[in-house]
């Protein structure tokens, strides 16, 4: 069965240390990978995306990830965290060729940035 | 503009009611989604429909009823609300075909308290 595993339930990080907020899925067929970020009482907003080519994705507010099909893993990091950065991460994984019409969410991260 | 609206953004009701919630989104995509998110943040989906179809239908008690009239629209009716229900509920929509547009939009939410 296909599925997203996002180890870390909670990341509790000091401002301006880096971040490293993990993902995995089940499968090592082609996949299209996504990481959302929902603020407090709002929806989720994409941060960035992997469809294809270079494995290093750069996204919104200074997020980045990296493809490695090798572990089937989709890490997201930021090198130096702000206090606005505090919110739940999801990590997304739609699979073109099994379903293409469903997303597959982990549990979600809470990144909690402290003063 | 917004581009997946739902409305409304918070909805109180007695055990037992029968509700609605609404979706359009503008993006001209031609999937959409019903999520539901607990307290606990895990995102599991309810419901897809493409172009006017229902294409995904997770195990939800038959007491939630979806209805597109259109591409553009999603609804979800609840009948006999239970304490149960109680969650966020989030449209989402995205486009299945073509191979771009390929990740989820979201609304702001429902908040559904039920009393």
């Known amino acids: 069965a296909q599925s997203v595993t996002q180890l870390d339930s909670q990341v509790p990080v000091f401002e301006e240390a880096p971040v490293e907020l993990r993902c995995n899925y089940s499968s090592s067929v082609s996949v299209y990978l996504f990481w959302y970020v929902q603020y407090p009482n709002q929806g989720l907003q994409l941060l960035l995306k992997?469809?294809?080519?270079?494995?290093l994705v750069k996204g919104i507010n200074g997020f980045e990830a990296e493809f490695n099909k090798s572990q089937t893993s989709f890490h997201l990091r930021k090198p130096s965290v702000h206090i606005s950065d505090t919110a739940e991460y999801f990590c997304a994984v739609r699979f073109p060729l099994y379903n293409f019409n469903k997303f597959y969410f982990g549990s979600g991260t809470k990144l909690n940035v402290k003063p | 503009d917004t581009a997946v609206s739902q409305t409304p953004k918070y909805l109180v009701t007695q055990m037992g009611n029968d509700k609605s919630i609404k979706c359009e989104q503008n993006l001209g995509h031609d999937t959409m989604y019903w999520y539901k998110q607990d307290s606990k943040k895990f995102l599991k989906i309810m419901f897809s429909?493409?172009?006017?179809?229902?294409?995904i239908n997770e195990t939800v008690p038959n007491r939630f009823s979806p209805k597109s009239p259109d591409k553009a629209h999603l609804n979800l009716h609840i009948n006999s609300l239970e304490l149960g229900d109680s969650a966020v509920y989030f449209c989402?929509?995205?486009?299945?075909?073509?191979?771009?547009?390929?990740?989820?939009?979201f609304g702001q939410g429902t908040r559904l308290t039920v009393v």
């Open positions: 992997y469809l294809s080519g270079s494995t």
């Open positions: 989402a929509s995205s486009q299945a075909s073509g191979g771009w547009n390929t990740e989820a939009f």
């Open positions: 429909y493409n172009n006017k179809e229902l294409i």
